[in-house]
């Protein structure tokens, strides 16, 4: 969220504007009736919503959602991790484009410090999470130099770092195609040093290319979703905070689901709303941008709709 438009002048939504708990717990339940069984809370940032333990004790109660997770830059969780686990969360990815404090600065905007990060990597694995995941942005020229530091950083660890390859995600990254480096560089460049074998994906469609340490020292991940885009196989769809579901992480406009939620629509016409929606989707941004076919569109910004 760029510091000279989200500035002390800025009108952010009104807590009216907000899905209530209760309203995304009730969406949630209506997703598991149509086959969903993961639930990710991303943001923005989802640490700075109030009370957040209560959402995760209702999602977790949800009968056949399996896997609830958390996306966070960190800069809170050392004091939630805790609360968090009480309430029945068991994943959590934190962002971590760098352990150079000036770069992580350069990254994530320069109010943003390092240290309370690396605390709440560590206060998260306390409190009991396994298999925290690390995401790291690789950009040319910014933080390339610095992949193997983080490898050797939580290698043998339990944690998982996955980097990722920069994405034109909103309107406000200032993203190019030379700004990216390829996912195959970037392993490439790790196994020079420690080699890799590759690991089959836990799940149907999942984004993550795995790899393990052939010493036995954990594992990492590349999302490749610039140079090997998956469209094809997504199965994600996003609810953003103030009720608009996305059915791409590109996408210019969401659908309404506030509005029918707040008219009395019954659970029935609200599953049919989302199913007619799901099946009528189009999204091919990733494979279109590829192809260079010269797509130009006005995107929803991340800070709306997380990864």
């Known amino acids: 969220m760029p510091a000279e438009v989200f500035n002390q002048d800025y009108h952010f939504l009104k807590p009216g504007e907000l899905l209530t708990f209760e309203e995304i717990t009730r969406v949630a339940r209506i997703f598991?009736?149509?086959?969903?069984?993961?639930?990710?809370?991303?943001?923005?940032?989802?640490?700075l919503r109030p009370w957040l333990p209560e959402l995760v004790r209702s999602l977790v109660s949800i009968e056949g959602i399996e896997d609830l997770a958390l996306i966070t830059n960190g800069a809170h969780l050392a004091r939630m991790a805790r609360s968090l686990h009480a309430a029945g969360?068991?994943?959590?990815?934190?962002?971590?484009?760098?352990?150079?404090?000036?770069?992580?600065?350069?990254?994530?905007?320069?109010?943003?410090?390092?240290?309370?990060?690396?605390?709440?990597?560590?206060?998260?694995a306390a409190a009991g999470f396994r298999g925290i995941k690390l995401n790291a942005v690789v950009m040319r020229g910014v933080n390339d130099h610095q992949v193997l530091d983080l490898v050797r950083r939580f290698r043998g660890t339990g944690h998982v770092v996955r980097f990722i390859e920069f994405m034109d995600v909103g309107n406000r990254n200032?993203?190019?195609?030379?700004?990216?480096?390829?996912?195959?560089?970037?392993?490439?460049?790790?196994?020079?040093?420690?080699?890799?074998?590759?690991?089959?994906?836990?799940?149907?469609?999942?984004?993550?290319?795995?790899?393990?340490?052939?010493?036995?020292?954990?594992?990492?991940?590349?999302?490749?979703?610039?140079?090997?885009?998956?469209?094809?196989?997504?199965?994600?769809?996003?609810?953003s905070a103030d009720g608009k579901l996305y059915?791409?992480?590109?996408?210019?406009?969401?659908?309404?689901?506030?509005?029918p939620l707040r008219r009395g629509a019954d659970d029935e016409e609200?599953?049919?709303?989302?199913?007619?929606?799901?099946?009528?989707?189009?999204?091919?941004?990733?494979?279109e941008r590829a192809q260079q076919t010269g797509v130009h569109q006005e995107k929803v910004e991340m800070y709306h709709i997380g990864g």
């Open 174 to 239: 200032g993203w190019r195609p030379e700004l990216v480096v390829s996912s195959r560089e970037t392993r490439e460049k790790i196994e020079e040093v420690f080699p890799l074998e590759p690991v089959a994906p836990g799940y149907h469609g999942e984004v993550a290319l795995r790899y393990r340490f052939t010493d036995g020292q954990g594992e990492i991940g590349f999302i490749a979703s610039v140079s090997q885009p998956f469209c094809g196989g997504c199965s994600r769809i996003r609810l």
């Open 270 to 287: 609200l599953l049919s709303l989302i199913q007619n929606l799901w099946r009528g989707r189009a999204d091919r941004y990733s494979e």
């Open 32 to 47: 598991a009736r149509l086959g969903v069984v993961k639930v990710k809370l991303t943001g923005g940032e989802p640490l």
């Open 89 to 124: 969360l068991r994943r959590v990815t934190v962002s971590l484009d760098s352990l150079d404090e000036e770069t992580f600065a350069r990254m994530n905007g320069r109010a943003h410090r390092l240290a309370p990060v690396l605390s709440g990597i560590e206060a998260a």
């Open 247 to 259: 059915t791409c992480l590109f996408a210019g406009t969401g659908f309404d689901l506030r509005g």
